[in-house]
């Protein structure tokens, strides 16, 4: 490493400097986060090409836990080892983590300030096209031929109109890909398309690799060794806090309450927040009393509209649930642990899940018939997310809806008549600003939410 720099020529403080403004913009959910990301590491900086960028999105899309985050843990490691993973990830969910934090201080507080909820209301329309643009540059990315535009559509519909649980369809578009390739079909050839000329024609090869070529750097070669020592390292640092808490204050407490069921979530959290919202939810509420009814909405509105991943609204869950329940402590301290402990227990796993596998992941970018399963299953992930987009429209466009149940069926419906032309028009500009005159996102949701506060203000909305 000549000048300390490593062989792809990016120095550590670069690459802070750049996961710091990843983690920075990364609103809109996962969409939004894996477009931004895309955007900034593959076409801006080039530092890894699309091929290898596909396909750990495939494989972090198959993981528990936000795929965004561990995506950027995935790639700080490809970069930088163990530590530029660990800064990648740390920084993702930080900005996120403080948001949500003082928010919840603020939500303790104040409670539900006018002005405070109409800036919300703005933001929601614009994450929502942010969102609808994410779906639109990870589709060009992702559906290159047929059948995987085909597996996007038949994952939406499986999703949407089906309500079939998001484990099964992304295993089911895994295994047709798998099975694609190995019976030799055409659209499975190269993973789908996944290994085609993504770069353009005369363009430099990414820094990665140049550096490296098809070959792997020493360090993300897979060892049983390095596999037990990372296994270890991070399965310490995840269980010993919680057996710190269970020993010390007990199952029953809040604080062990909070260690025990955000772990378990830690290893159910298959297809992002909106998959398990409704368990914790149910559970926040009727189970343990943490929450009252409505709260989670509120806690995923702070989530959706503050950087990093959606799955930060356990923070908020984790800080209500202390707050309430703060023991000998005052309930600001105790909120601020239970945050801290909830989000530590979520995220945690997820650097064990990429330390542990990509390694092996990795060596097997070469398999074609894993790279047809992982472009099947990003291809799928494109319909999931186009799924997220239609549930949030229909609870943030209108104010009801009808349930839709029987044949198999099971979705909701707007109730037309419901429609809030406000939110539809501030919606409606974002999209504008952001696919017509290519605005950016922080001037986009800065607009919003001063339309919101405006509308507020003149008493409409």
């Not at 720099?5 to 990016?10: A, Q, S, T």
């Not at 539900?112 to 609808?132: C, E, Q, R, W």
């Not at 429609?419 to 950016?440: Q, T, V």
Request: hydrophobic share 55%; aromatic share 12%.
């Amino acid at each position: 490493m000549a000048g300390g720099r490593p062989p792809h020529g990016v120095s550590f403080g670069e690459a802070f400097q750049v996961w710091l403004r990843v983690a920075a913009l990364s609103f809109g959910g996962p969409a939004g986060q894996i477009a931004v990301m895309h955007r900034i590491i593959v076409e801006e900086k080039r530092w890894i090409g699309e091929a290898r960028f596909l396909h750990a999105l495939g494989y972090c899309t198959l993981l528990p836990g936000p795929e965004a985050q561990q995506l950027a843990t995935y790639i700080g490691w490809l970069m930088h080892r163990t530590a530029g993973g660990v800064m990648a990830g740390t920084l993702f969910v930080l900005p996120g983590f403080l948001s949500i934090l003082a928010l919840s201080l603020v939500y303790a507080a104040y409670g539900g300030v006018g002005a405070v909820a109409a800036m919300f209301y703005g933001l929601k329309s614009a994450v929502l096209a942010i969102v609808v643009q994410a779906v639109l540059r990870l589709g060009r990315k992702a559906l290159r031929n047929r059948a995987m535009a085909a597996f996007a559509g038949l994952a939406f519909a499986a999703l949407f109109l089906f309500a079939i649980p998001f484990p099964v369809v992304v295993a089911a578009a895994g295994l047709a890909g798998f099975a694609g390739a190995r019976l030799d079909l055409p659209a499975f050839a190269a993973g789908g398309g996944r290994d085609g000329p993504s770069e353009a024609a005369g363009s430099p090869p990414a820094l990665l690799d140049a550096a490296y070529g098809e070959a792997l750097p020493g360090y993300a070669r897979p060892s049983v060794s390095s596999a037990l020592r990372s296994g270890t390292v991070w399965l310490t640092l995840w269980l010993v806090p919680v057996a710190g808490v269970l020993l010390a204050l007990g199952a029953d407490s809040t604080f062990g309450r909070i260690a025990v069921f955000f772990s378990q979530m830690a290893v159910v959290t298959f297809g992002g927040a909106y998959a398990v919202l409704a368990y914790v939810a149910q559970q926040a509420v009727e189970g343990y009393g943490w929450l009252r009814p409505g709260e989670m909405l509120d806690g995923l509105g702070m989530a959706e509209t503050t950087p990093g991943p959606l799955i930060m609204v356990l923070e908020f869950v984790g800080f209500m649930a202390a707050y309430r329940d703060p023991g000998a402590l005052t309930p600001w301290v105790a909120g601020t642990l239970g945050a801290m402990l909830a989000t530590w227990v979520t995220f945690i796993p997820c650097f064990l899940w990429i330390f542990l596998g990509a390694p092996f992941i990795e060596a097997l970018r070469g398999s074609r018939a894993l790279n047809a399963a992982l472009a099947a299953v990003t291809a799928a992930v494109v319909g999931v997310i186009l799924n997220l987009a239609a549930w949030f429209a229909l609870h943030s466009l209108f104010r009801a809806q009808t349930p839709v149940r029987g044949f198999g069926l099971s979705f909701d419906w707007p109730v037309l008549g419901s429609l809030d032309p406000w939110a539809a028009a501030l919606s409606f500009a974002a999209a504008l600003a952001l696919l017509r005159f290519r605005a950016g996102v922080i001037p986009t949701l800065a607009g919003c939410a001063l339309a919101g506060v405006a509308l507020h203000l003149a008493g409409a909305g």
